[in-house]
C-alpha cells in the first residue's frame, strides 16, 4: 500500500469510527447512521481519485421504500453505493463481515443485516428481518445478488436470495450496474486506485403478485434486468 493511501486510509477509518461511535452514543437511530456513512463512503472514495456518476435516479419510484439489487465486483461497490445511491437503505450482508473491526461495528449499529449463508434457517431469518425493514420500517434495502465478488470477470448467477425477498415484501426491485469498481478497488490489492466508476440505475422491477412459486423466473428477469443495463463501451 502506498503510504499517502495508508495514512488516507487510517484517517478515514479513525473518522469514520469516532463519527459513528457519536451517533451510537447519542442514540440518534439508524438513518443518522447512514448519514455518516454516506459522507465518510464519498471522501474514501475522493481520496484517492475515484470519481463516481450515477445515472437514471429518476427510474427509483419517490416515496417507496424499494430493493436495490445489484452486481458485485469489488470491495469498493460497498462505499460507492453508500456514498452515492441517494435513498436511506440497509445492507444485506454476509455475515462475515460483521466481524470486520470498524466496518462489522458501523454495519451493526447501522442496523443492516448480515446473512450466515451455510445455515439455511438463519439466512431465511436473515431474509424475513430485511423484508421487516422493507414493510414495517418503509426503509430501502440494498443486495448483491451473485452472492460473492465477479472481480470484473462477468456476472455471476444471480441467488434466489435477491427474488425471495422481494416477494416477501411486495416491494418493487430497482436494478443497478456497477462499472469500473473492479479498476478502483482490482483483486489483491489494499488500496483505493484511481479510476472511474459508473453506477447505471435501471426502471423498476414489480413482484406484485407474485408468490414463491415464481421465485427462479423472477431471479432469471432481474440479472437479465441488471446486465441489460450494462453497456459494451468501456466506462
Known sequence: MRPFALFTS???LSGFYLEGLYVR?????HTRMHLVSRRWGRLILRWPGVRVSVEGESNIPPGLPCLFVANHVSYSDTPILMGHLPVDFRFLAKASLFKVPIIGTHLKHGGHVGVAREDPRAAVESLSK????LKDDRTSVVIFAEGTRSHGEGMREFRA???HLAIQAQVPVVPVAIMGSADALPKDYLSLQKSRVRVLIGKPVSA???TRRDRDSFTTRLQEAVAALIPARPV
Do not use: F, W
Open 10 to 12: 487510517i484517517i478515514a
Open 161 to 163: 436470495g435477491a427474488a
Open 208 to 210: 406484485e403478485g407474485l
Open 25 to 29: 452514543l447519542r442514540g440518534l437511530g
Open 130 to 133: 430485511a423484508a421487516r425493514i
